[in-house]
């Protein structure tokens, strides 16, 4: 039976650690010149209603770098574009394809996606959540930490994707989670609950010192996510992660963004560019841990 990546609960925690592993394989075989083509002959169809710099680079690349080939589907180069059925389309690109990743905006799309294909549908971000996000992050913090379960993450900013994807991180991969927002602008409660319920260790705040005290690692997006209005940014002024704010976290803090960044607001620039081996190196795992989740789901 085919599977999907929807959301990091679409897949067990020992198949995500497995894809994990597959990553660091495959990283290091690059860094090695060593070519392998474990998709040759496959065929990934990407789907961009939202544009997209590390998404699109990091599917098509690594669909490549594996033998295989990425088509791109921009809204204006489909039927979608036209009024044509989400429906009717995962039925005709399953006919064609070997897998589907979607960049959208409602996490319906991508779940309406995934009922109708055939073939194995990928999260490339939603408003809601950004699963393929949060699973590189995870591989960049293993690979600094060496491990993730008890690691102590802050999360500073807006409520969003990154957000609500990192709090079912933490209930999957067992770091603990602060999540630190302005009054308002926190993660949507169900979210964190069901989390909760699943056994993730999350704390919800509006003091973002008290979220980073200790913290081993410290992750920011910016303030104003895709296709959203906040002409005000002042609720979020105290919650730039900045030296003054550092101090209060673990001395050899690891700090990451997901990319782009907006210096001088949600970071410093001092910080970014501190901790930039970090952040693009976390950009650079994309392209490894998506090719990990292609082979998973493609060759099942």
């Known amino acids: 039976m085919k599977k999907d990546f929807l959301t990091l ?3 067990e925690r020992e198949e995500l650690e497995w894809i994990l592993q597959r990553a660091s394989q495959l990283k290091r075989a690059r860094q090695e010149g060593r070519i392998i083509k474990t998709l ?3 065929t990934l169809v990407m789907i961009f209603e939202k544009p997209s710099t590390r998404t699109r680079l990091s599917f098509e690349i690594g669909m490549y770098q594996l033998g295989g080939t990425a088509v791109f589907m921009g809204k204006q180069e489909s039927q979608l574009g036209r009024g044509e059925s989400i ?11 070997d897998a589907i990743m979607i960049r959208t905006f409602g996490q319906e799309t991508v779940e309406r996606l995934a009922q109708y294909a055939t ?3 990928v999260n490339g971000l939603t408003d809601k959540y950004h699963p393929v996000q949060i699973l590189s992050d995870v591989f960049t913090i293993i690979e600094k930490l060496g491990k993730i379960s008890g690691v102590r993450v802050a999360y500073l900013g807006d409520g969003n994707n990154v957000a609500h994807s990192l709090i079912n991180g933490a209930a999957v991969f067992g770091y603990e989670l602060n ?3 302005p009054e308002g602008f926190g993660p949507e409660r169900e979210i964190v609950e069901n989390a909760r319920e699943r056994g993730g260790k999350i704390e919800i705040l509006h003091d973002p010192f008290t979220a980073v005290e200790g913290a081993e690692v410290v992750y920011t997006d910016v303030w104003v996510s895709m296709g959203q209005d906040k002409s005000d940014l002042t609720p979020f002024q105290k919650f730039q992660v900045n030296g003054e704010l550092l101090r209060r976290a673990h001395e050899n803090v690891m700090v990451l963004h997901c990319l782009p960044a907006h210096k001088g607001e ?3 620039e001092k910080v970014f560019e501190e901790h930039a081996e970090e952040i693009f190196t976390q ?4 392209l490894h841990v ?4 292609l082979e998973y789901l493609i060759l099942q």
Do not use: C, H, M
């Open 179 to 181: 999540v630190a927002t």
């Open 40 to 42: 040759e002959g496959r």
């Open 290 to 293: 998506q090719k990990a989740l």
């Open 266 to 268: 949600e970071i410093e």
């Open 9 to 11: 609960f679409s897949l």
């Open 283 to 286: 950009a650079e795992n994309r």
């Open 87 to 97: 429906e009717d389309t995962a039925r005709v690109i399953s006919r064609y394809a």
């Open 119 to 121: 073939i194995p549908v």
